[in-house]
């Protein structure tokens, strides 16, 4: 009977002699056509990578042995060597280490709870495996259990700090099975008696958690949030930025489930979130950590309007004073508010905020226009197509579309994508962005792709003559009943608004804030509007968004003429001819009726034929939203020669006849309406001419 050890596994391949090895591959190589003497010119550095891991795994077979024995004194030993050879080692020393048998033996380790220097030594190991191999994580992953069992009953707190070192490294790949573990609740237990470095990794184990909680998963991390609100106080700057991270990620997550948000937010996270924003240290509180509290407050109000009232009721004018000027005190009427130096970023979430105080605008009429001007972060990417063997586009799914296009924007040329085209078998395509190509590896075949950033218009919205039916809006039952509240703060934000408009040169944040006065007017009063007029240059602001070359101030300053002229027409009529909003759109509407070869001024009995190519704001429109040029031809019936106001209606005629989206048609009626009204024409003659022309 022999008395020889079983053989391990992998014992063959480590009892080869390196020489071998280099001779194997040398005759691998000449079987495939290689000349003998290439091997020649890197021997030396062959024998010496072999003979190295030769040593390194002959050394690591040896620790198993050891790990496998029965007496804890040689175990102790041998996880003491696996951890020096693991923190001096690298993926090339450490090649063919025998992960998958160690991991296992490791873990048995961690269960002698009557040792602990094992267990902590155990625990370092399964670190150092995950720091020096990255890989391995896929094995480590059977640790978490234990590991979380070391945080729920603390024995050691040196080894309860290790199992956070080690967890922290698998949540950045495995966090859906710490969560579903309850690692969460086991990671913030004890959050307070543990170091500081201890108390960072729990917290970034729970951001990385909450990238993957859903509205199913609320039993797995409500009740840490009281725990999570309680170090919204700390004065550690990575301890706070991560604990708003781990608020960032859950209300992304849970926004589309308002019940889950509003249980979210029960324990005071709104108010602790206010106190953060005001009394926050500049030490603490970076610019990173600033704009992402206000992320967090604007997305919240943005899908539970009912926490969006009760933050107006706790001083919410105040609150947005502070963040602008730097104080509550209220800003003095006539005189221009000093902001304070905020950045671009900051200053499009604080106005962020402010929208989302504000009840939303209508999505039908000339507010429809706002589905294209602002998408969702979908949307942003561009649209990737490729042609079919039928010599048909086919679009590309929405996780190729991100790939391809973040591929693109970092500039690479070649994107790897796996698919299934013309089968049910996944097949590798290699897009080459350089030349516009799709290659299938297997076949050859060649696909021609293209890409789009335009975005789907939807029409129908523009001739709906009935509202929608739309949530309800708390802050809509507000406005109804306090409204002096509501008063209050629209009039801290339209001084605050404007000032930073004018001083503002980032094209975003001027659309935000044209954003919330176009919220602030629409749903005043007509006699709120009257004061606001008093009080601040509209008109005139208004002109010069109509006279700007930015297609979306233009079409802000046509919605802005449109609520305007409905509140207080008569006011506005005046006022509009005065500060030059007239001039204005007489002046958008001549650019479209100058014609190659005509006179700028038509004869009232000429007969105009006309083509939508052929006048520049048409072009300018056209080219923003992506509507392809319709050749329509009009021809406008003639006019009786008493034209003092037959200049305007054919310069209004023609420009509406020009463009081919029919909702610029019905932002810009109303503005030719106007000035008909101003000039008292009220001939229906022309009424039914320009309502032909427009349909």
Known sequence: MSNNAPEQPGDEALNNNPEDDIARLQNLLEARGVPPHVLTSFGSRMHLFLNRSSSNMSHAQQLLVKLQSKQETQQLDACVELCQMLVMGNEETLAGFPVRQSVPLLINLLSVEDNMHLMLQACRALTYIMESLPRSTSYVVEAIPHLLLKLKSIQCMDVAEQALAALDMLSKKHAKSILQSGGLSACLCFIDFFSLNAQRSALNITANCCQVVTANDGHLFMESIPVLISKLNTQDKKLLESCCLTFSRLVEQLKGSPGMVMELCKDGLITNLQQLLLVGSPTVMTSNVFTMVLRILSTVFQHCTSLATEFIKQDASGTIRSLLVGNKTPVEIGLTPTLLHRSSNEQFEILCLCAELLPQLPKYGVFSVDNMLSGTEDEKHRQWFYRDSGDSWQSFSKADNKVISASCDAGETDVVLSMKLNSSVSCDYTVDLSTMKMENEETGEIYDITSSRKKTFIPELLHSTSKDK??????????????????????????????????????????????????????????????????????????????????????????????????????????????????????????????????????????????????????????????????????????????????????????????????????????????????????????????????
Not at 493 to 501: A, G, N, Q, R
Not at 513 to 524: K, Q, V, W
Not at 546 to 569: A, C, F, N, T
């Open 470 to 695: 739309e949530k309800e809006d708390c802050r809509l039952t507000l406005l109804n009943d306090e409204p002096a509240l509501y008063d209050e703060l629209c009039q801290t934000m339209l001084l605050l608004l404007f000032e930073v408009y004018r001083s503002s040169a980032t094209p975003n944040v001027r659309y935000r804030c044209l954003h919330c006065l176009l919220r602030i007017i629409y749903h005043s009063r007509a006699e709120s509007i009257k004061s606001i007029a008093e009080l601040l240059p509209l008109s005139s602001t208004v002109a010069g968004m109509l006279s700007s070359q930015d297609s979306r101030l233009v079409i802000y300053g046509l919605q802005l003429s449109e609520i305007l002229m409905k509140k207080q027409p008569v006011l506005f009529a005046v006022y509009f001819k005065r500060e030059g909003v007239m001039h204005a759109v007489k002046k958008i509407l001549a650019e479209t009726s100058v014609l190659p070869g005509r006179s700028n001024v038509a004869s009232p009995s000429d007969t105009v034929s006309i083509s939508s190519t052929s006048t520049i704001v048409s072009d300018k429109i056209r080219s923003f939203v992506g509507s392809p040029p319709r050749p329509t031809t009009i021809v406008l019936p003639p006019i009786n020669p008493d034209t003092r106001y037959s200049c305007v209606l054919r310069a209004g005629a023609l420009f509406l006849s020009c463009i081919s989206l029919k909702f610029m048609r019905r932002l810009l009626i109303s503005i030719v309406m106007m000035q008909i009204k101003f000039y008292g024409f009220s001939s229906q003659r022309h009424m039914y001419w320009i309502r032909e022309t427009m349909y």
